[in-house]
């Protein structure tokens, strides 16, 4: 609306941009304070959301100098807007690496993980290596997206044997000799 407004032939967006702003100031405040607290669920890889925390605060603090400047109609508003779009263009581009994967924008474009794990077949099952050949192939292409070495829902991990005996933050998923026990096996035979 800023930049449109320029042009006298959108000039009536001027008043516009005062209340986008106002607006966008409390929402990247908001922002900033559920995030942190989402951070601390730890379900997340911890090097991007501390890269996505701070471009976060970056875009609530320049918001903020935005809003004021605009307000005092000073001349530095035209390049704080464009300082603005390109922090919420890096923080959205982070946000977004956090809850799809670092390969959201490509994932389309390329062929489906998921198709290109093939399962070895095994000549004689009586000689498979039960986690390697038949386990970790089922939890590689189901489970890994949300619970792989870049990101843990409710901080467990299935990409490792000793991570899944370690279970998450509600305690072991799987229980030795008792399957009807095990919460990975409930979650696993659950309805669709």
């Not at 405040?29 to 959301?49: K, N, R, T």
């Not at 299935?158 to 009807?180: H, N, R, W």
Request: charged share 20%; glycine share 10%; hydrophobic share 40%.
């Amino acid at each position: 609306f800023h930049f449109l407004s320029y042009n006298k032939k959108f000039e009536v967006l001027k008043p516009a941009v005062k209340y986008s702003l106002l607006f966008g100031m409390f929402a990247a405040i908001a922002s900033c304070i559920s995030g942190y607290f989402l951070s601390q669920s730890g379900d997340y890889e911890e090097g991007l959301v501390d890269k996505h925390q701070w471009f976060g605060i970056g875009v609530a603090l320049v918001a903020i100098a935005l809003y004021f400047l605009f307000v005092k109609n000073s001349q530095l508003v035209k390049w704080m807007m464009l300082l603005l779009c390109l922090l919420v263009i890096i923080t959205g581009h982070l946000g977004g690496s956090l809850t799809h994967g670092e390969d959201y924008l490509t994932k389309g474009f390329s062929p489906d993980k998921e198709k290109n794990i093939v399962s070895k077949p095994i000549p004689n099952v009586q000689q498979a290596v039960v986690y390697n050949d038949i386990v970790q192939p089922i939890l590689q292409s189901k489970c890994y997206n949300c619970h792989g070495p870049n990101k843990q829902k409710g901080k467990l991990r299935l990409d490792e044997p000793s991570f899944i005996d370690k279970g998450g933050e509600d305690g072991k998923v799987v229980i030795a000799g008792s399957t009807g026990e095990s919460e990975l096996i409930k979650r696993i035979l659950l309805s669709k």
